[in-house]
C-alpha cells in the first residue's frame, strides 16, 4: 500500500515535470523564431 503511494506521488512528480518540459520547450521554439526574425532583418541591413 505504502509503495503504491510513493509511486503515485513520483508519477504526479514526473508528469509536472514533463509540463514543465514541455512549457519550456515553446518557450524555447518561439525564443527561435523571434531570434530567425531578427537576424533576417539584420541580414536585410547589411545587404
Known amino acids: ?3 503504491n503511494h510513493v509511486l503515485d506521488i ?3 512528480i514526473l508528469s509536472d515535470q514533463i509540463n ?3 512549457t519550456e520547450k ?3 521554439e518561439k525564443e ?3 531570434l530567425e526574425e531578427r ?3 539584420l541580414w536585410a541591413r547589411i545587404v
Open 10 to 12: 513520483e508519477a504526479v
Open 26 to 28: 515553446v518557450r524555447l
Open 39 to 41: 537576424t533576417e532583418l
Open 1 to 3: 500500500m505504502a509503495l
Open 32 to 34: 527561435k523564431i523571434e
Open 20 to 22: 514543465l518540459l514541455k
